[in-house]
């Protein structure tokens, strides 16, 4: 019986080959900003009720592959060879061939001070001067906040991700360097999950088939005002604070397959006004009617920032190449700045959009008996499903970058793969010089607003004065 998965699996395996087979370069740390910091990918695969595994299974010895070899992927063949047995051996499986892959999520637990508080992320966290290189500091955190076993025994190394600077106040200040690590649990059952109660609010499951739906794809809003306003003095910190709306981002609406929440954080249960020890007047009486259960849906788990650019790199490796289009460069919601950033950045985003979406002929390999093939039985109108995931062209012409949405995702192939790879990570290359014209269309528009608010003054001055003489 199909389950309706089988697809995705069989893309999965070819996306984790190559991503074993061709790790990303490290990113060295900015003069400025020494730190670094590890996320853990964490995939699983859900078994379907139809295919459930009958027995335990077990985890090979002989397919151990410790971090000292793990590490030394890119210079040992032979290392190859047995990463890509360990993925035959395990993608053979009845209950893995039919079943659901799934990425682990975090909701990060509220803190004073805490930028991100409750927001949506993976396990992870800075390195400490005792780990011996990012990957380690991946497994150290994914044991640490959600007491997830990423050793040899419980998982298998896939590779990283494109590294990445983050940086804040509109990319002028680095923080540090963020390292994506991919691994896959080989067990249909993994033991309870452990939540730190400082770092985790919650953990859920969600299907990638929910990640890659384009019916799930919304916006968070943001108030990032008084955030921005910090690296500013004098009136103009006072004009962002009070003429800035919120910033739109792209986000994705998650849809768990299965949340372990911790139930030791304060406010899990929350707290009735009435069993406060200082009440008003006006609580006291609200007390003496009955209430009705609140029937308000719970504040929505929402991928955005940072996190949703990390997944869209993971994602945008799997057919049909299309998960950039998740993401949007972010604006604001008041018109007159949204109008300014969209138009001051227009040639910026068509550059980006044909840098990562067309390959100039003279990047390009030249095409392979597979890619004329495919090109061939696409003008027949012929399916290319059967062909492998890094062989595939797609042959449609880019679509044209808006600020509602990128285009992005055709001309994928081998040049497109080589291009992703030398760029780093998609997002963050689509963000490079972004924001500087960002600043200047908030400045304009400010200055737009100022020079109008004083134009319609002096005219009521003037019409005013005018009709007493």
Known sequence: MDTGTEALISHLKSVL?????????????????????????????????????????????????????????????????????????????????HGDPELLFIKRATRVGDKWNGHVALPGGKRDPEDEDDMVTAVREAMEEVGVDLSYAHAISIGNLPQRVVTTSWGKVPLMVLCPYI????????????????????????????????????????????????????????????????????????????????????????????????????QRMRGWWPKEVSTAPQTPLLLWGLTLGVISDFLEHIPPHKAMEMWTYPTFTDWDVRFLVWVMSYSFRKQMMKEMGQVPLSAAAAPTAVEKAAKAADAAGVQKQGLPVDETVELDEPGEVGIGGLGVGRHWGRSKRELLRARGGAVNRMLEGYYPIVRRAVAAALVARISLVTFLLAFIGNRYWGAKR
């Not at 027995?55 to 990463?83: C, D, F, T, V, Y």
């Not at 949340?259 to 006006?282: A, D, H, N, R």
């Open 17 to 97: 080959l190559d991503l074993s087979a061709h790790p990303y370069p490290e990113v060295a740390c900015p003069p400025t900003a020494p730190r670094r910091a590890s996320v853990a990918l964490i995939l699983r695969i859900q078994p379907h009720y139809s295919h459930w595994p009958t027995s335990p299974i077990k985890h090979s010895n002989s397919h151990s592959h410790g971090h000292q070899r793990r590490s030394s992927a890119a210079s040992n063949p032979e290392h190859k060879l047995e990463l890509k047995d360990i993925l035959d051996a395990f993608f053979e499986q009845d209950w893995v061939k």
């Open 183 to 282: 691994f896959l649990l080989t067990s249909p059952s993994i033991p309870p999950l452990r939540l730190q109660p400082t770092e985790v609010a919650s953990t859920h499951w969600v299907s990638l088939r929910a990640l890659l739906s384009p019916a799930q794809r919304t916006y968070e809003y943001a108030n990032v005002s008084q955030r921005l306003a910090k690296s500013e003095l004098g009136i103009k910190k006072w004009f962002l604070q009070a003429m800035l709306s919120k910033m739109m981002f792209a986000a994705v609406h998650l849809i768990p397959s299965e949340s372990t929440y911790c139930s030791s954080i304060p406010g899990f249960v929350p707290e009735s006004p009435l069993q406060t020890s200082k009440q008003s007047m006006s």
